[in-house]
């Protein structure tokens, strides 16, 4: 939900209600961690890919985020005794999810998913939470950028070792900035009168499409789960052995 180039510039499910899109994309997420078979899930990565491919590098530069952590899970389950199976299994099922959490949840961005949290009755104070998170992640993203580009540009020859320290350096004075700007923004906000909600400015209308493509979409969570034990779970995983 990055507002800034990460964020995407096409939403191909922009007419449905985000309450939909909610429910939906929990629907098709749940269903997705639960499926064991590696042909289904490269085929719900693809078809999900193919719904975003107007935003295709967006979606290629978040997939790589998640992935640098699904690289470690092939380093560490193989030592546990795993084999290549599981982190395999696991790797497909996280991408499965970002895939889909992207073309569900992530496209509207912060601004449409908030109201739509707030209306279906989630704590206020948790949906305030989410909102102020997800601004200063990208403004501490900025900072620590800015702050790296130009350590790389003045900073003298050094060594490896020195380096590092300068970089741990970099990053602890941005978290103590980041600390000491939250409490400034806490007061100023309370003394504005802001008591930790924000107010709902939008208005929804539930509409028959609405109920149709959340009607298809638990179709198809259920037709996954259906798919992948009438398939079998262990065949396919034959071909990596």
């Given at each position: 939900m990055y507002l800034n180039q990460r964020e995407f510039k096409h939403d191909i499910l922009r007419p449905f209600d985000p309450r939909c899109r909610l429910a939906a994309g929990c629907a098709v997420i749940l269903?997705?961690?639960s499926v064991t078979n590696p042909l289904l899930l490269a085929g719900l990565i693809i078809a999900a890919a193919l719904a975003l491919v107007r935003d295709i590098r967006t979606v290629l530069t978040r997939l790589g985020a998640v992935n640098v952590f699904c690289a470690t899970l092939f380093i560490t389950m193989p030592l546990s005794g795993y084999g290549i199976e599981a982190p395999l299994r696991y790797t497909l099922r996280i991408n499965a999810a970002a895939v889909i959490f992207m073309l569900f949840v992530a496209s509207p961005g912060t601004g449409g998913i908030a109201p739509a949290l707030t209306k279906l009755r989630v704590n206020a104070k948790l949906v305030s939470l989410l909102i102020l998170t997800c601004r200063y992640?990208?403004?501490?993203?900025?900072?620590?950028f800015r702050a790296?580009?130009?350590m790389r540009l003045r900073r003298p020859r050094m060594g490896t070792l020195t380096a590092w320290r300068s970089y741990t350096a970099l990053?602890?004075?941005a978290f103590a900035g980041a600390f000491f700007?939250?409490?400034?923004i806490?007061?100023?906000a309370r003394a504005r009168g802001f008591d930790g909600l924000f107010p709902?400015?939008?208005t929804f209308n539930w509409k028959l499409r609405d109920t149709a493509a959340l009607i298809i979409a638990s179709a198809v969570s259920i037709l996954l789960v259906y798919l992948d034990k009438n398939l079998g779970q262990g065949l396919p995983w034959r071909i990596y052995r």
């Open positions: 269903s997705a961690v992640v990208v403004i501490m993203h900025d900072r620590v790296v580009l130009s990053f602890a004075s700007r939250s409490q400034k806490s007061r100023a709902l400015t939008r």
